[in-house]
């Protein structure tokens, strides 16, 4: 048990420390902010996907409610750091458009087919959740395919980006934002049985410490927490070294896509974060004095179902600009319009996800090859 435990700090802190050495104190901290996500999440449970399910599934709102309050925290520390450093800080804020909104909604439902969004298949995957595996697998390459797809995609139509602190300014942005997210809120409530509306204190405290390491990823990082890109540029870097050529697609050839793909992936703040986030859930999975019963074997078609799922997602997230934690997250608690449409269109995703969930994904029989 001690030499266990042992291990995973020595993991955690060795990671860190090459992070520091080989890219500088910045990129160190970052991996740190990762893994504080990875501990947080996986630790606590708090997670994305899980929640919307739960809602719709059992009337149990407390982990929706969580995750607005965790973004509305951002929010009130986020929208003046915004306004102050304008040049220094970005936003998430993105185009609402068509193609947008269609990722959002199938983004949504492949979410829940492979039982996680962008960070809770980070999560699974650093937990050793075989599942979580192959999901991490078919995302980075669908992530990567969207990319090479995504002006034409794009050329559907957009709007321009809209942001709150534009419509209303940086204080009226910031109380819209809470009332929207108040909004959400009470109709979460109101569909919640009772007994089930309000967090338990679990839930209360990794609401603060996701707040409080997103806020840190802003300052540290320049840019909000975010997941999908930095899995789209390892599908690109996997794409290069097998010898395609990058350099003839709209994407990549952009010049900051194409610098960050010269580059080690370890000058990229989006990397550095998911890498933490892996580590620091398979660190919770090996400080477990009980570790959790493994997870039930699949058929091979469900296995299959759940990388075609990973693929779709990963394609979706990155014409939606974002997965739960780059849109629905850092979007909102940073002012965007788009967040609030990406929100409607893959919650609306999610409950129709739900219901192709058991018909998709089928336990392997008990006796069989692949239990």
Request: aromatic share 8%; charged share 10%; glycine share 16%.
């Amino acid at each position: 048990m001690f030499l266990r435990r042992a291990s995973v700090l020595l993991i955690a802190l060795g990671m860190t420390g090459f992070t520091f050495l080989m890219a500088g104190p910045r990129a160190g901290l970052l991996v740190l902010v990762g893994i504080g996500f990875g501990l947080v999440l996986e630790g606590l449970r708090f997670g994305f996907a899980g929640p919307w399910r739960m809602i719709v599934t059992e009337r149990d709102g407390r982990g929706l409610i969580a995750q607005l309050i965790a973004i509305a925290l951002v929010a009130v520390v986020a929208f003046p750091l915004l306004a102050a450093s304008p040049g220094e800080l970005a936003p998430a804020h993105a185009p609402v458009g068509i193609a947008m909104i269609l990722g959002a909604f199938v983004f949504g439902m492949a979410m829940q087919l492979v039982m996680g969004c962008g960070s809770g298949t980070l999560v699974n995957a650093g937990s050793g959740n075989l599942v979580g595996l192959i999901a991490l697998a078919g995302f980075i390459g669908g992530s990567f395919a969207g990319t090479l797809h995504l002006g034409w995609w794009t050329g559907l139509g957009a709007l321009p980006v809209f942001s709150l602190q534009g419509i209303a300014g940086a204080q009226g942005g910031l109380v819209l934002t809470l009332l929207g997210l108040a909004a959400v809120g009470g109709i979460a409530l109101s569909r919640s049985a009772p007994g089930k509306r309000l967090p338990p204190k679990r839930l209360w405290i990794a609401a603060a410490l996701i707040a409080a390491l997103a806020l840190a990823n802003l300052v540290i990082a320049g840019q909000p927490w975010g997941i999908v890109y930095g899995l789209g540029l390892w599908g690109a870097k996997l794409a290069e070294a097998g010898g395609a050529d990058l350099a003839q697609t709209a994407f990549w050839a952009a010049e900051g896509n194409a610098t960050r793909l010269s580059a080690s992936i370890l000058t990229d703040v989006t990397s550095l974060t998911n890498i933490g986030l892996l580590i620091g859930a398979f660190a919770v999975m090996r400080w477990r004095a009980e570790p959790g019963a493994p997870a039930q074997a699949l058929t091979w078609a469900s296995y299959g179902a759940v990388l075609l799922a990973a693929l779709v997602l990963g394609y979706s997230a990155r014409l939606a600009f974002g997965c739960n934690v780059g849109a629905f997250f850092s979007g909102i608690s940073t002012g965007s319009v788009h967040g609030w449409v990406w929100l409607v269109a893959a919650f609306a995703g999610s409950t129709l996800g739900i219901r192709l969930r058991p018909l998709l994904l089928r336990p392997a029989p008990a006796r069989g090859v692949y239990a």
